[in-house]
Nanobody, 124 residues
Framework: QVQLVETGGGLVQAGGSLRLSCAAS????????MGWFRQAPGKEREFVAT??????????YVADSVKGRFTISRDNAKNTVYLQMNSLKPEDTAVYYC???????????????WGQGTQVTVSS
C-alpha cells in the first residue's frame, strides 16, 4: 500500500508559478513510477507528467500541453515527487492528482494509488 498526499496548490495569476509536492508513504518509493494528472470541471482526467527511476536512468515524460512550462522531478530520499509549474495559464486550472504504480505511463488506468488532489486556480 502507498499513501500519497499532495500539497502546494493555490491561486496564482496567469504567468505565475507554483510547485506541487506529493509525499508518499512506504519504504519502496524508488521502485514506483510517479505521475501527475489533472481534472478540470466537466472534463476527463488528463495526463500531465510521469517520472520513473532506476539505478541507470531517470525517465520523464510530459504532456505536449505543458511541455516547456512544467517539470517533473523526484527525491527518493524524501519519498517525494514534484511538479514545477511555470508560465501558468487559466486553462491549467484544475485539481491536480499524484499517482503511483510500478508500471506508470500516460494513462490513469495504469496507476493503482492516488492522492486526494490539490486545487490549482490560475486567474487571468
Amino acid at each position: 500500500q502507498v499513501q500519497l498526499v499532495e500539497t502546494g496548490g493555490g491561486l496564482v495569476q496567469a504567468g505565475g508559478s507554483l510547485r506541487l509536492s506529493c509525499a508518499a508513504s512506504g519504504r519502496t518509493f524508488s521502485s514506483y513510477a510517479m505521475g501527475w494528472f489533472r481534472q478540470a470541471p466537466g472534463k476527463e482526467r488528463e495526463f500531465v507528467a510521469t517520472i520513473s527511476w532506476s539505478w541507470s536512468a531517470t525517465n520523464t515524460y510530459v504532456a505536449d500541453s505543458v511541455k516547456g512550462r512544467f517539470t517533473i522531478s523526484r527525491d527518493n530520499a524524501k519519498n517525494t515527487v514534484y511538479l514545477q509549474m511555470n508560465s501558468l495559464k487559466p486553462e491549467d486550472t484544475a485539481v491536480y492528482y499524484c499517482a503511483a504504480d510500478h508500471l506508470g505511463g500516460r494513462y490513469a488506468s495504469g496507476y493503482d494509488y492516488w492522492g486526494q488532489g490539490t486545487q490549482v486556480t490560475v486567474s487571468s
